[in-house]
């Protein structure tokens, strides 16, 4: 045998079994994957589409606290240069919420479209060595006491023999998800508007705003550029409530465009329009035994606020990392009940805030126009009130519930800061990392075993603080003074693992 033969004849390198299985890859299905494979765990997404991202997406925009997070993971350059930045909300065309008082590094909302998302999430999957199966339909599922088997059919509707197996399985496949009918869980809520019309337009005139929005009780609609030369569409007319598969032309789309926005800006060569109903449903439990929920399979609301994409993201942020603390064994099991505890009220409460402010936009009746009339005025002459409200919708505000006697930083998001040393916390966090910042001057304790999950730093400011960070930019664990060794070995010990 040759030197060059031996070369060329090489053995393919041997795939590990999945530790973890999630179906969907969407935005927040390949965030939650790509996290796990970066974090050493073996991961498989399973996807039922074949392999390419559709560039007929409703979401539109990223909030503040999902850049932050893109931020701890260092793509968050790659998404602003994709977008164009937006530095307030109108609503009710009356009411300017404005961003760039938001306490963050992102203090704007990005407009780009949810494909140009998915690029740059299955780019860094790919990268990071999950392993995918398109073309690949869940068909069944059945946990144990060690792990989850998921029976699967593959293109052209064949089985595909083999079932698949792992530890743990995350169902992050919209709004129709099959893992959640699998684990037999209801999703109670309603559908709250009909008809709704989407269309990709060129248009003859560009709209004076980036993003252009209005409702006047009759009607509503919504402009929002791709940056290829089209303008994405959704609006919706009153008294127009026909089935999603009714005919849709384009001069009903200009005809709601016009009722809304006062002209259509002359809409022209449609390359795609549909109807869809948007509904408002949560499912009550995230987690069933070793399978979870996550994005639309757990919760579906109304456009309003494009806080939908943002809030799945923010799911998979939450629970990749402890996935990977318990399968590593830096912590125990119970870790992951947290998920349920932590992301279930917040999407609570995006239902309840994007509910309000599509019933607001809605309203007909004397009463609910003379609400929203009083609300708007009372917001915008109201500072902490309109804060709060984009504090809302964007993420930044929410706050996770901490233990009696905790200090008051526990469970809230932690801006970004400067830190000792030229680096900032959200850099710190990168590689899925704890981060311990203490008072400058602070001797730093033993981390030894701990490097690849914990980073030391210290404030640049004469702060006495003691603040433990966890990988999704929450407070773990705060001291208004410095800590004693002993103290920190033991923090560290309950949250970083041994």
């Given amino acids: 045998m040759t030197d060059q033969s031996r070369t060329t004849r090489t053995s393919p390198v041997p795939v590990p079994a999945p530790r973890v299985l999630v179906v969907g890859a969407g935005p927040t299905g390949l965030l ?16 039922k589409r074949p392999r390419r991202i559709s560039n007929l997406s409703r979401a539109f925009v990223l909030h503040a606290r999902t850049l932050e997070h893109f931020d701890a993971r260092g793509i968050a ?10 530095a307030d909300i109108g609503l009710f065309g009356r009411l300017s919420v ?13 407009v780009v479209p949810q494909y140009e998302v998915e690029k740059v999430l299955l780019r860094r999957a790919e990268e990071a060595g999950v392993a995918f199966r398109y073309d690949t339909e869940v068909t069944g599922l059945a946990q144990d006491g060690d792990g989850v088997t998921l029976t699967v059919r593959g293109p052209g509707g064949e089985d595909e023999g083999e079932p698949l197996r792992a530890e743990y399985a995350v169902g992050t496949d919209g709004m129709r998800s099959a893992v959640r009918q699998a684990v037999g869980l209801p999703f109670p809520g309603r559908s709250v508007i009909r008809s709704v019309v989407l269309a990709d337009v060129r248009l003859g005139e560009e ?6 929005v209005n409702a006047n009780g009759d009607a509503f609609a919504f402009l929002a550029p791709f940056g290829d030369g089209y303008h994405r569409m959704i609006g919706w007319r009153r008294g127009r409530d026909v089935a999603d598969t009714a005919p849709l032309g384009l001069d009903e789309v200009k005809e ?34 070793r399978v979870f929920l996550a ?7 109304t456009p309003a606020g494009g806080q939908g994409m943002n809030t799945g993201l923010q799911d998979a942020a939450n629970l990749g990392w402890k996935l990977a603390a318990v399968l590593h064994g830096h912590a125990g099991p119970g870790l992951l009940d947290t998920y349920q505890a932590e992301r279930h009220p917040v999407g609570r409460a995006v239902l309840r805030s994007s509910g309000g402010i599509v019933r607001l936009a809605m309203a007909k009746r004397p009463w609910t126009r003379a609400l929203r009339a009083g609300l708007t005025t009372f917001l915008d002459h109201c500072g902490p009130a309109r804060r709060r409200l984009a504090g809302q919708v964007t993420g930044i ?9 905790a200090h008051r930083l526990t469970g809230r998001r932690v801006p970004d800061v400067a830190l000792e040393g030229g680096t900032r916390l959200y850099e710190s966090l990168r590689g899925g990392r704890f981060v311990l910042v203490l008072p400058r001057g602070e001797e730093t304790p033993g981390t030894a075993g701990r490097e690849d999950r914990l980073a030391v730093r210290h404030w640049t400011s004469p702060r006495r603080t003691t603040l433990l960070v966890r990988p999704d930019g929450h407070t773990a664990w705060a001291a208004n003074a410095p800590a004693s060794a002993a103290r920190l070995k033991d923090i560290l010990a309950t949250h970083v693992g041994p």
């Fill in 207 to 212: 709209p004076e705003n980036l993003l252009t």
């Fill in 256 to 289: 709601i465009t016009r009722l809304a926005l006062g002209h259509d800006y002359g809409m022209r060569d449609a390359r795609w329009m549909s109807r869809f109903h948007s509904d408002e449903r949560q499912v009550p439990d995230y987690r069933v035994g």
């Fill in 397 to 405: 505000d929410h706050a996770y519930a901490a233990p009696r006697g």
């Fill in 32 to 47: 939650l994957a790509g996290d796990l494979a970066l974090a050493g765990v073996p991961v498989t997404l399973v996807e």
């Fill in 77 to 86: 350059d790659d998404m602003e240069a994709t977008g164009r930045q937006l």
């Fill in 295 to 301: 994005g639309d399979a757990a919760h579906v609301h």
């Fill in 98 to 110: 404005r961003l760039d008082e938001l306490p963050s590094r992102f203090n704007h909302l990005l």
